[in-house]
């Protein structure tokens, strides 16, 4: 579940937004040559964002943003995610994380004609994790994003968008002992809105692993049900 409130930051638009969620999970998985299932329930970690469009946005009301059309636009956003969902330091696996995280972030976007290109670079920085895994410390190193979209503007305020990212990074230390799991991995997606009235409207969307050697091998389909009052 997710809230978010447009800003009115020293004359340019802004916004924040709150999400915590819960999520359940099952699946299995070889540990020395042992197969192990399991399954758990628990909630994530909640996460803020504070973002602020410093160029090409000025703050205006609902009216003049309809009849606005957009040309480029600049900003940039901080999220901090704290360490209060379910964790349990004797699973591997867990919803919650135990740790803080900062992203901050910095983004483009450019109209031209019913397209509108964007381009983002983020960075997630990560606290020592004290008490993973039989008591050892984990130090993940920052991880790095890139990301890309083309969005198509269709009649009656849908539009459809080709998503594609990379990250990178994020080498950890257990104990003092570096690992050999830096990320270097890529997604590619697919994002389809449709407006229902001037209140609701639903997003799918669908992504999955292009370029994957730590994690991130999956594929993943949604909907988003948003409500603005």
């Not at 709150?18 to 699946?27: F, I, K, S, T, Y």
């Not at 160029?55 to 059309?69: E, V």
């Not at 830096?182 to 229902?196: C, E, K, M, V, Y």
């Amino acid at each position: 579940a997710a809230y978010v409130r447009s800003l009115d930051l020293w004359g340019k638009a802004g916004k924040i937004d709150a999400l915590w969620g819960r999520a359940c999970q099952e699946g299995s998985g070889f540990v020395n040559e042992v197969l192990i299932r399991g399954d758990r329930c628990g909630t994530l970690d909640p996460a803020v964002r504070l973002s602020y469009l410093f160029y090409g946005a000025p703050a205006m009301d609902l009216q003049t943003f309809r009849n606005t059309t957009q040309k480029r636009v600049i900003g940039v956003s901080l999220q901090v995610s704290a360490p209060l969902g379910d964790y349990n330091n004797e699973n591997l696996i867990n919803t919650g994380s135990n740790r803080w995280i900062f992203k901050p972030e910095i983004g483009i976007s450019n109209r031209w004609g019913a397209f509108v290109g964007e381009a983002a670079l983020a960075a997630r920085f990560f606290t020592d994790h004290e008490n993973f895994v039989g008591d050892t410390t984990l130090e993940p190193g920052p991880l790095y994003q890139g990301q890309v979209h083309l969005v198509y503007d269709l009649p009656k305020g849908r539009w459809i968008a080709v998503d594609g990212n990379y990250f990178w990074g994020g080498r950890t230390e257990k104990d003092g002992v570096k690992g050999d799991d830096r990320q270097d991995n890529s997604r590619i997606g697919l994002t389809f809105a449709i407006p229902l009235n001037a209140q609701n409207s639903l997003k799918f969307y669908a992504h999955r692993g292009l370029v994957s050697n730590i994690g991130n091998d999956s594929d993943t389909y949604g909907v988003a049900w948003q409500y603005r009052w």
